[in-house]
């Protein structure tokens, strides 16, 4: 009959109306329910003004406002990311430089141990970029997929471990490691042509989940990721290797007349790179692929910015410029390319990693050739050599 905080007044009209009903059909058929000294047309009468009054209550009562007590708000469990917005709007140039920035300002309300983005690799996690403390056992593990099941591979002798069976598309994923301390929560991003990528929480001892919205959180680097990509490769694709990003060997001849105009102009030095990657041509498939992006990686790694690199006229070799570069620092050179190569091969399980290695056939202008044509040919000469002997780095003599 009473609501919390009013009377409910259609109740009562309900009840005066059956009754009402009932003392109308008994006066109907003569036969009164109650005696006739109850005054039963004055019980009538008062029955019909009451149900008037609740009928037309509205209009008779003005309707009041209600004052409601109110509830201090809760605290809210979510964070807001409105900051992440700024982060490419106001952005001087569309760059990798945005995920620093973008992981930064996740730290700031995650308030946990660290956040990692990992980006895909062909079959590998790569951490793209980080901020705040990454615990030792995850940066030096790999996280690879087996069999649609995520996989991490720790250092040393630990062994490997099972994350889940496969990322979930719309919602996180918590991970507690039973093998070392890590503790963390990853956000599963989805991106272009069905490949995924993963933001990584890592906690602290007694803290819980992240409380950072994942639809928002991913939405925005599912968003970002594919930008940046964008502008990275929209230079003119017919001047660019796609699988290793490097200027195809169409565009070497036009380079390297120039180059050796400048050198001979400023009467600099110059250094020609023949490289070539030893049993890369017994390996099909994504293996090769591998190679060829570990070697791409290494130049680039190594190579000053306005030094160039070429792919080679087949595949597993490559041509490289080293501008204002003579003899002695080409071997550092060298040596420097080699190693960055090696570590990109450890980070692949690609069979008998250990036994690849790059060969470098190196000369220089003016001290072997004081021509282009004649330093390509003692370059070549130089990466036979190295070939025969099974050297790694030989300098035309």
């Not at 009377?7 to 059956?18: E, G, I, P, R």
């Not at 599963?188 to 007694?206: D, G, V, Y």
Request: one cysteine or more; proline letters at 4%.
């Amino acid at each position: 009959m009473k609501s919390k905080h009013r009377t409910n007044l259609n109740a009562y009209l309900f009840a005066n109306l059956v009754i009402l009903c009932i003392l109308l059909i008994s006066l109907w058929n003569r036969k009164p329910v109650w005696d006739v000294s109850l005054r039963f047309p004055n019980l009538l009468l008062v029955l019909v003004i009451l149900n008037s009054i609740l009928i037309f209550k509205n209009l008779i009562f003005a309707r009041t406002p209600v004052k409601t007590s109110r509830k201090p708000d809760s605290p809210k469990t979510g964070k807001s990311l409105a900051r992440l917005r700024g982060i490419v709007a106001d952005a001087a140039e569309i760059n990798g430089t945005l995920y620093q920035k973008a992981l930064l300002e996740l730290h700031r309300l995650y308030k946990g141990e660290g956040v990692a983005l990992l980006l895909p690799e062909n079959n590998f996690f790569k951490v793209t970029a980080s901020q705040g403390n990454i615990p030792v056992a995850f940066s030096g593990a790999r996280l690879y997929m087996r069999d649609k099941t995520v996989m991490i591979k720790y250092p040393g002798s630990l062994g490997e471990e099972e994350i889940c069976k496969n990322l979930p598309k719309q919602s996180p994923v918590n991970f507690k490691s039973t093998v070392t301390r890590l503790d963390c929560q990853i956000f599963p991003l989805q991106l272009p042509e069905s490949t995924r990528a993963c933001l990584f929480f890592f906690s602290h001892e007694k803290q819980k989940t992240a409380h950072i919205p994942y639809t928002s959180t991913a939405l925005f680097f599912e968003t970002m990721i594919p930008l940046v990509n964008s502008v990275a490769n929209s230079g003119d694709q017919r001047y660019k290797d796609k699988s290793t990003g490097l200027l195809k060997f169409d565009c070497f001849s036009d380079s390297f007349e120039t180059e050796i105009e400048r050198s001979e102009r400023y009467q600099q030095e110059m250094t020609l790179f023949s490289i070539k990657i030893r049993f890369c041509e017994s390996c099909i498939g994504e293996d090769r692929i591998l190679i060829q992006k570990a070697a791409a990686i290494a130049l680039k790694q190594s190579l000053r910015r306005l030094d160039l690199m070429f792919c080679g006229e087949s595949d597993c070799e490559f041509t490289a410029i080293l501008t204002e570069t003579g003899t002695q620092v080409a071997e550092i050179v060298a040596q420097r390319v080699q190693k960055s190569f090696a570590k990109q091969m450890e980070k692949t399980n690609v069979l008998n990693s250990d036994k690849k290695f790059l060969l470098i056939g190196s000369a220089t202008y003016p001290s072997h050739a004081t021509h282009g044509h004649g330093l390509v040919e003692k370059s070549r000469e130089a990466l036979a050599q190295a070939e025969a002997e099974n050297r790694d780095f030989v300098s035309y003599s």
